[in-house]
C-alpha cells in the first residue's frame, strides 16, 4: 500500500513501486518472484538454514522458561545461526559427538559469558540410549566462579533438548538437573549427571547450562534476578548415538 507524503507518492500501488531519493521522485515496476529451473536443484544453505529454523526454534522454545529470562528476537537468531554452522559442517558426517571442546558456546544471555563465571573445563559426552553426561572437574568455589557479593549458595541448572530434527516426526523432548552447592573456599569434589532424554539413535542434542546465585540479602531458596548475575548457555550440540 502506498502513502502520500509531501514529496509525492511512496510505497506500492498495484505493481508499481513509487520511492524518492535525494529528493526527486521515481517509480519502478515490482520485482516478479525468480522461477526455479527445471532441474534446479535447492539451495543447500537455504535447505540447512530452513531445517534449523524449524527444529532448533522449537527446542529453545521449549526450554525456554527455564532460565528465568526471556529469550528474545535477537538471541533467537544468534542461536540458529550458531546451530546453523554445526549443523552444515556435521550433517553429513558418519558420527557427530556431543562435545564441549568441538561445539564452542553460544550464549543466551546477552552481556554476559558463561566462560566468565564459571572457570572450571565442563565435559559433555553421550552415553548412548538417550543418556547424556555431564561432568564437573574439582572446584573451588570461590576461585572458579564469578559471583555477586553476600553469594551464599551457588546452583547450576543443566539442560538437555533433543530432536530429530531432520524429520520432526516426534516433538522435541527436554529434561534437566541440578547441581548447588555452597559457595565458599570449601573443595567440591568432582561429580557427573546423567539427564535421561529418551532421544532415539541420530537424534540432534543440545546441552544448556544456566547459573543462579543465592544470596544473603535474599529469601531463602530464591535467586539473584540481575540480568548480568544469570549467565547461561548452549555448551554442546552433536547427534546422539544408539
Given at each position: ?29 515490482r520485482p ?10 535447492a ?5 540447512i ?16 522458561e527455564?532460565f ?5 528476537r ?8 550458531w ?20 561445539s ?6 546477552p ?10 573445563d565442563?565435559t559433555?559426552s553421550?552415553s ?12 573451588n568455589?570461590?576461585n572458579d ?9 551457588v546452583?547450576i ?19 534437566t ?8 573456599n ?8 546423567v539427564?535421561?532424554t529418551?532421544?532415539?539413535a ?14 544473603a540479602?535474599?529469601p531463602?531458596?530464591?535467586f539473584?534476578?540481575e ?6 548457555a ?6 546422539l548415538r544408539a
Amino acid at each position: 500500500m502506498a502513502r502520500v507524503t509531501e514529496n509525492g507518492i511512496s510505497g506500492l500501488v498495484g505493481n508499481l513501486i513509487f520511492y524518492s531519493v535525494n529528493g526527486k521522485n521515481y517509480v519502478r515496476t515490482r520485482p516478479k518472484p525468480r522461477k526455479k529451473k527445471r532441474g534446479e536443484k535447492a539451495n543447500p544453505l537455504n535447505t540447512i538454514f530452513g531445517t534449523v529454523s524449524r527444529h532448533g526454534s522449537k527446542m529453545l522454545k521449549l526450554v525456554s522458561e527455564e532460565f528465568g529470562f526471556p529469550i528474545k528476537r535477537d538471541v533467537y537468531n544468534s542461536t540458529r545461526g550458531w546451530m546453523r554452522n554445526l549443523y552444515s559442517a556435521h550433517k553429513d558426517d558418519a558420527s557427530w559427538p556431543l562435545s564441549v571442546r568441538s561445539s564452542g558456546m553460544c550464549q543466551l544471555n546477552p552481556g554476559t559469558d558463561l566462560r566468565d563465571y564459571f572457570k572450571a573445563d565442563i565435559t559433555v559426552s553421550d552415553s548412548g540410549k538417550g543418556k547424556i553426561t555431564v561432568s564437573f572437574p574439582d572446584i573451588n568455589p570461590k576461585n572458579d566462579i564469578k559471583a555477586p557479593i553476600r553469594t551464599m549458595k551457588v546452583n547450576i541448572k543443566l539442560i538437555a533438548v533433543v530432536s530429530n530434527f531432520e524429520t520432526g516426526v516426534h516433538p522435541c523432548r527436554a529434561c534437566t538437573e541440578q547441581y548447588s552447592f555452597i559457595f565458599d573456599n570449601s573443595p567440591v569434589p568432582a561429580k557427573s549427571f546423567v539427564l535421561q532424554t529418551k532421544a532415539g539413535a541420530g537424534d540432534i542434542g543440545l546441552v544448556m547450562l544456566a547459573m543462579q546465585f543465592e544470596t544473603a540479602d535474599l529469601p531463602a531458596g530464591t535467586f539473584n534476578k540481575e540480568l548480568r548475575w544469570m549467565p547461561a548457555a548452549i555448551v554442546a550440540m552433536g547427534r546422539l548415538r544408539a
